[in-house]
């Protein structure tokens, strides 16, 4: 339905079509209810609700038509499903033994990106067929909160809580550097052509 209707417990997660200003304002909000919201510049809201689960983590795809969520109950059940927008149908779903830490597609919207908390740490899922891509990463990047790639698809950038920075090389799956960095931060992000890294601690 479309109201003013804001969500009912807290909203979760915001996601945006980068790179459009001036073209595609729309503002996609998820929370705990299981809704997820495209919000238009009059602050009308399509509501959809997806899931009877919780909503953690959203990401909009860049090529414009497609949003990854992530659902969980906090224990056994975690989800990432790719919904179609403009056709309002589930495209595919895939079902974690862990709970997803990051969400994000790549730069031209190839893959979906979900970091876990699990030993293999990051996955990359093939959104045209929505399976798993292996042998994108030659080791394990253990468990992260934020996963860039560069514009080309051809490099990414992870941080783990810990206190890393890592790059990879995704043609090879080879670790180019690592930097050490300020732990356990939140709401992590790229910024300026990727040159600067911020997060929030406490």
Not at 53 to 68: E, H, T
Request: with cysteine; aromatic share 10%; glycine share 8%.
């Amino acid at each position: 339905h479309i109201s003013t209707q804001a969500h009912q417990p807290p909203v979760t997660a915001l996601a945006t079509l980068e790179g459009t200003i001036g073209e595609d304002k729309t503002v996609f909000s998820s929370g705990l209810d299981g809704f997820l919201i495209k919000w238009s510049e009059d602050g009308l809201g399509e509501h959809y609700q997806i899931s009877d689960l919780a909503i953690q983590m959203i990401a909009r795809s860049p090529k414009g038509n497609d949003i990854a969520v992530y659902t969980t109950d906090g224990a056994s059940t975690n989800m990432v499903s790719v919904w179609n927008f403009n056709t309002l149908t589930r495209k595919y779903a895939y079902r974690f033994s862990d709970p997803i830490t990051s969400l994000s597609y790549s730069a031209k919207g190839n893959y979906v990106i979900c970091g876990t908390a699990s030993v293999k740490g990051t996955y990359f899922l093939n959104t045209n067929t929505g399976s798993i891509t292996s042998k994108k990463l030659k080791e394990s990047s253990g468990a992260v909160n934020m996963v860039v790639t560069s514009d080309t698809e051809n490099t990414a950038v992870m941080y783990s809580p810990i206190g890393t920075l890592t790059y990879y090389n995704l043609r090879t799956g080879q670790r180019k550097a690592r930097f050490n960095t300020e732990p356990n931060l939140t709401q992590t992000g790229m910024f300026n052509n990727s040159v600067f890294f911020a997060g929030y601690n406490n």
